[in-house]
């Protein structure tokens, strides 16, 4: 064996990296090489030196809150831009523990993207735009475009109408729309009103039931004009859905919100 | 469950616990915002700790800007030679804070990654094959490679380092 090759099987050797299959023929290179002998000690000395490094140079101890630090900057940053939305979102997949602002995004999606660019060139809307990867939309904070491509998300059901929706009993953050001109503008809904679905049970006789008291289907015209959009999230906690609806109502600028009533 | 690991892979890497900790929080963004792209053939772990490896390049690479680091900075070259204990005494008398990271800086960057994974982190080979999406042969020659480098380094300024067994 050459002592140059011997001296790269060496500094894996220190550190026991090296395959068996070449450490015999190492060995026996050491017994006959003196400065290979003395290159491997060396490499002992400092693999010695950085272990102790290592053991005494530690981090000092992450902050106590540094769970609800990263979750504030990612709350922070998505509020930063809110009209920049990608279509990945569409994709995301539900865990628990992470997917706070996912489900935000898949619902704003839900209600407010469209991919139908000759309508935005159209300017039916002028307030806001959004950017995605494919097209571009503009949305009104009180109306959206409802594009039947996001009827396929998991866990997403609507939009449906009111009256023929069947609700699942597990939580999740709902939100009301009616068509303010569906003859002329069938695609165009506008938000009425954003709540968890816990707020929909106890609200459920008003909504289902429409008469001349439920300001609800006044507001669309009709029974037939009122639709439910529902984002199911089983394994949320209350907290997460609280901020998903917060950042909803924010957004979106419901009509009604459960605590001005209905 | 992963906040520890990824912590301490980020400070070894820029041996300063206020950067380690705003790359840590970065690692965590980033999982965010890429959960939806994780695909489940592959193993979590391994995934999580490329995405720390390559948010601490990131970082240094904003903070760097251009820095050619001298191992000077390590102290006074001139008080080494007057240092009779040699390499170890001398690390006992200067901050230990850094001076990992500034060993790593010495190296390639695959160099530093593997070498802060396997010397400091304790990851196996093959482990380290699986982060960093190479070969376990790439990842002994960049191994070798790094201890080599940081071995002629310590022998370079602390001729003590390098006084042969009679």
Excluded at chain 1, 4 to 23: H, I, K
Excluded at chain 1, 110 to 132: E, P
Aim: hydrophobic share 40%.
């Amino acid at each position: 064996m050459k002592c140059l090759r011997a001296e790269q099987q060496l500094a894996l050797f220190v550190g026991g990296d090296l395959p068996e299959s070449e450490t015999a023929e190492l060995t026996a290179h050491l017994e006959s090489c003196r400065a290979c002998a003395n290159e491997l000690e060396r490499l002992k000395r400092a693999q010695e030196l950085l272990g102790k490094l290592a053991r005494s140079d530690q981090p000092d101890p992450l902050p106590a809150d540094f769970s609800g630090q990263v979750l504030a900057e990612i709350q922070k940053r998505r509020l930063d831009k809110p009209p920049f939305i990608s279509l990945f979102a569409i994709r995301i997949r539900w865990k628990p523990a992470l997917a706070l602002s996912g489900a935000v995004l898949v619902i704003l999606l839900a209600i407010g993207v469209t991919r139908d660019l000759r309508q935005s060139r159209r300017g039916l809307f002028a307030n806001r735009t959004l950017k995605t990867r494919q097209s571009l939309t503009v949305v009104n904070p009180g109306e959206v475009l409802w594009s039947a491509k996001f009827h396929f998300i998991r866990n997403l059901i609507g939009p449906a109408r009111l009256t023929e929706v069947t609700i699942p009993d597990e939580p999740g953050i709902y939100a009301i729309l009616h068509k303010p001109d569906p003859v002329n503008r069938p695609k165009i809904f506008a938000v009425t009103f954003i709540g968890e679905k816990s707020e929909l049970s106890s609200l459920s006789e008003s909504l289902l039931k429409p008469g001349p008291g439920n300001r609800l289907f006044t507001r669309a015209g009709s029974p037939d004009s009122a639709y439910i959009v529902l984002y199911l999230l089983p394994e949320s906690t209350e907290e997460q859905r609280r901020q998903i609806k917060e950042a909803l109502i924010a957004r979106y600028e419901p009509d009604f919100t459960h605590n001005g009533g209905i | 469950m992963y906040s520890p690991r990824i912590y301490s892979i980020a400070y070894h890497l820029t041996g300063n616990s206020a950067d380690a900790q705003d790359i840590a929080q970065e690692v965590f963004i980033k999982l965010h915002g890429a959960l939806d792209r994780f695909n489940d053939q592959y193993r979590f772990a391994p995934w999580l700790y490329r995405l720390t490896l390559n948010a601490a390049i990131d970082y240094q690479r904003k903070q760097a800007h251009g820095r050619e680091l001298q191992f000077s900075e390590f102290g006074n070259p001139g008080a080494i030679a007057d240092n009779h204990g040699g390499p170890e005494a001398w690390f006992e008398k200067t901050e230990l804070l850094g001076i990992i990271s500034r060993l790593t800086e010495l190296l390639t960057k695959k160099q530093s990654r593997v070498f802060v994974l396997r010397d400091l982190q304790g990851f196996s080979t093959p482990e380290i094959a699986k982060i960093l999406q190479c070969s376990e042969i790439t990842v002994r020659v960049h191994l070798a490679n790094a201890r080599t480098r940081i071995k002629n380094a310590l022998v370079k300024f602390y001729p003590e380092f390098a006084a042969d067994n009679p």
